[in-house]
């Protein structure tokens, strides 16, 4: 085992502790950023003049805002000192001449108040010269309205595979995309101080790139710029990029008044502003053999990027690295491209572009396997990675034998076959309320795929009393990265938990960090943070050494005190000793305190702080090839979950969820628990209820996004949580290079959500005849359910039957006499027929092809 995965005896990680803030979180005593502002004096408040079209050349007049009550100033361009961009691409201008969706920011009025403000922007007079709009994904891929590079993974031959196959199936499937809906709204804190310095309080994931955009925009250095967040309720990947430009806003103002600018989004303004989870358009084409094992797979990736690239290449790059999630698909070629449309920048969001990935094969598995005669989750085990296969771009995937010994523990913990007959006998006997339970894998690739990314820093002091205090450049949005940062640094030193605390990260005190995302925080920031600890640890093990009398290499550190291995030896006359000459022999100290040693290293003039720094081994990723090993390790999981289905309403039902999660060797047992079902109810949220709608109209309100509010927008609940909940953590799953064994666990548990999708089709396919393969729109809404429901009694009535020739000899299929063939084809020609006849357009098409 390596020295970084190692663990002492009795480490403080892989202990059980609350959250560091659980307190303050439960009483309301937790600071945010928007709550510094009351602590300050003369705080200006900036508020945004929004766009009323989603595409128009736009001409600002301010003069009347600047006659408002309270109102000091209203930002423009000719503001701007510096660049006026707010993104690392250079295409995101700050105040734009160019509205490029409905509620695009033109400029920002700072006033006395807020409601000063917010009658200023009303006051301000926008003159617009209307162009053309494109709001969806196939009104870009008609326009070829396209952004950024197109990237492809391709092995073997998947064409001619795909031409000789024995079972092929096609389709196309429209996925939706996601509102991160954190509890904290984007907010920033900016003011001046007596030095001349930009201090910017901030609700950002990523300090650094925040404090690069400000220094851009007010044209000074980034050491001008210090950047602080305090905490964030709650990001998702929606505070990666977003923040920056907000951010330069207030320090703009800042600059300008010298006052302080506070800038928070209200609800209405975070949802029509800011970027959400990338809506997907997937092609694709599959091709297995009679035993159901998957031969080959061509799909295109289309996602949505909205108005400005923001990070939609890597979120594309990942979900081709997804594609095929826990399965060995020996031929294969994903294509990816990106939609420019005129809506909000679409953005990170928790899983970045891998559940959107990993949606493709779970669908092309989900639809097949009625049709194939093979059991979904037999289907899904037989074609799971085995040892010494490789991903399609090249990255072997170690510890595949946990992926299959997972798979079975979920089978046998969630009694998975007993509960199936069970399920059947009550299918039998209600004609009108359906049950399934369905089991689906996840393997998940852990860092960013931007090797440079993969980096950390920590500032570590220990003071002359033996408390600890820990600076690290990750940021804490309450998935408990500080928590376990804690645990990490009390372990290294040997120190009880209570003795280390943990500052806000700040980017004078660790420079240069990479944003908390990509699952990555704890293994990038805890390595940095153990590295900092062990250095201080050395310095202080010579010093004990002498103190005990004995080799610093047999030092040990624990629970706040210093031994070492075994008794100490007696002092002579020739070794006077760390204290006063006596010429009697005299036994050294059994042990002695943290602290103890800490004054007398102080005393001895010995370093007593240190800078850590962590730079994840083994990594490589070629962009252009799309080849590489850009994964230091996979994360594994499984989930079966139960539903129940309304056939009167297509509403549905969480039974029970059994999942068998590996998390390494965890470093917080609780944070990990409520990681794992906190991702799981986000991802069941994005598959089953949370719709965007935007106004596709031609009418004066094209663009906007209906969807405005928790009203209209569905969350999930505490009524969505399943009835039952089992979450067990696979055991002996030490990973090595890893801090203390542990592995990330923020992104892939949000995955093992497509169980509860696979469930609901598996339901609605019950109201209908044996092989019949479900078109489900995403999200499963309700609505959309009632529409599969629908199709699935018809096709059991038998009114899809005359049209199963014609979609056979539509699509060139051969066989189209065989019994298998007509069932599929009358199903997918009934399923396209819903879809048309549904308001929801996403009901994916299948056309099968038999050989």
Known sequence: MSELAARPSQPVVGTPVAHESAALHSTGTAVYTDDLAARRAGVLTAWPVQSAHAHALVHVDVAPALDVPGVVHVLTAADVPGQNDAGVKHDEPLFPSEAMFHGHALAWVLAETAEAARLGAAAVQVDYEPLPSIITVPEAIEAGSFQGIPRTIRRGDPESVLATAPHVFEGVTEIGGQEHFYLETHASLAHVDSEGQVFVDCSTQHPSETQEIVAHVLGVPSNRVTVQCLRMGGGFGGKEMQPHGLAAVAALGATLTGRPVRLRLNRTQDLTMTGKRHPFHLVWKAGFDDDGHILALATTLTSDGGWCLDLSEPVMGRALC???????????????????????????????????????????????????????????????????????????????????????????????????????????????????????????????????????????????????????????????????????????????????????????????????????????????????????????????????????????????????????????????????????????????????????????????????????????????????????????????????????????????????????????????????????????????????????????????????????YKLPSFSEMPEEFNVHFFERATEDGVVYGSKAVGEPPLMLAFSVREAIREAVAAFGPVGHSVGLGSPATPEAVFWAIEEARRAAEGTGADAAGSTEQATGAAGSTERATDAAGSTERATDAAASASPHPTAPALVRHRR
């Open 322 to 712: 997804h594609v095929d999630n826990a399965y060995w698909i020996p031929h294969f070629v994903a294509q990816g491209r990106i939609a420019k449309t005129n809506k909000t920048s679409q953005t990170a969001f928790r899983g970045f572009g891998g559940p959107q990935g990993m949606f493709v094969i779970e669908n092309v598995l989900g639809l097949a396997a009625p049709a194939l005669g093979i059991d979904a989750a037999e289907l899904r085990q037989r074609n799971l990675y085995m040892p010494g296969q490789t991903t399609p771009y090249g990255q072997p995937v170690r510890h595949a034998e946990r992926l299959n010994e997972i798979w079975r523990r979920v089978l046998d913990e969630s009694a998975f076959d007993e509960r199936r007959a069970a399920i059947a006998a009550f299918n039998a006997d209600h004609p009108d309320t359906k049950r399934a339970l369905a089991v689906t894998p996840v393997k998940f690739g852990i860092s960013f795929t931007l090797t440079a990314y993969n980096q950390a820093g920590a500032l570590v002091h220990v003071y002359k009393d033996g408390s600890v205090l820990v600076n690290h450049g990750g940021t804490e949005m309450g998935q408990g990265l500080h928590t376990k940062m804690l645990q990490v640094a009390a372990t290294a030193l040997g120190v009880p938990l209570d003795t280390v605390r943990l500052a806000p990260t700040r980017t004078d005190k660790v420079p240069n960090t990479s944003a908390t995302a990509a699952s990555s925080g704890a293994d990038l920031n805890g390595g940095a943070v153990k590295q900092a600890c062990e250095q201080i640890r050395g310095r202080l093990a010579a010093v004990a050494g002498r103190l005990l009398g004995i080799d610093e290499r047999d030092v040990r550190f624990s629970g706040g005190r210093v031994r070492g291995l075994g008794a100490g030896p007696l002092r002579s006359a020739d070794d006077p000793g760390p204290t006063s000459p006596s010429t009697a022999a005299t036994p050294y100290p059994s042990s002695l305190t943290f602290a103890e040693v800490v004054k007398a290293a102080y005393d001895q003039r010995v370093q007593l702080w240190a800078a850590g720094f962590y730079r994840t081994e083994g990594l490589h990723w070629d962009t252009e090839r799309m080849q590489g090993e850009p994964f230091k390790y996979f994360a594994y999981g499984a989930a079966a979950a139960e539903v129940e289905v309304d056939g009167f309403t297509g509403a549905s039902r969480t039974r029970r969820v059994d999942i068998v999660h590996d998390v390494g060797d965890s470093l917080s047992p609780v944070v990990d628990l409520g990681q794992i079902e906190g991702g799981f109810v986000q991802g069941a949220g994005w598959l089953t209820l949370e719709e965007l709608r935007w106004d596709e109209t031609d009418g004066p309100g094209r663009g906007r996004l209906l969807t405005q509010s928790a009203s209209t």
